[in-house]
Nanobody, 114 residues
Framework: VQLQASGGGLVQDGGSLRLSCAAS????????MAWYRQAPGTQHELVAI???????NYADFVKGRFSISRDNAKNMVYLQMNSLKPENTAVYYC?????????WGKGTQVTVSS
């Protein structure tokens, strides 16, 4: 399983970005897919998760601002990030779970300037 995250960049406080995660195989086989973030000096932190059935859940710090979605036909998962804040600055990673295995993709840097 290969996952490739993209869409990161530099944005101003209050701006928006849309992250994309491309999977090498059919994402419908995954129990869930998720976005994590890691800021310097911190551990990976769950941002949003979406199940095979399409149920989404979010970390409290992004509720109402971020939205996770999936396109099974394109093997893609997205993270729409609105009203970004400087504290959202981090490397964002895509994760897929299947058969008790977690697969990580390389991250994409998101930097929010004040």
């Amino acid at each position: 399983v290969q996952l490739q995250a993209s869409g990161g960049g530099l944005v101003q406080d209050g701006g928006s970005l849309r992250l994309s995660c491309a999977a090498s195989g059919g994402i419908s086989s995954f129990n869930y897919m998720a976005w994590y973030r890691q800021a310097p000096g911190t551990q990976h932190e769950l941002v949003a998760i979406i199940t095979r059935g399409g149920t989404a859940n979010y970390a409290d710090f992004v509720k109402g601002r971020f939205s996770i979605s999936r396109d099974n036909a394109k093997n893609m998962v997205y993270l729409q990030m609105n009203s970004l804040k400087p504290e959202n600055t981090a490397v964002y990673y895509c994760l897929a779970n299947r058969d008790l295995e977690n697969y990580w993709g390389k991250g994409t840097q998101v930097t929010v300037s004040s």
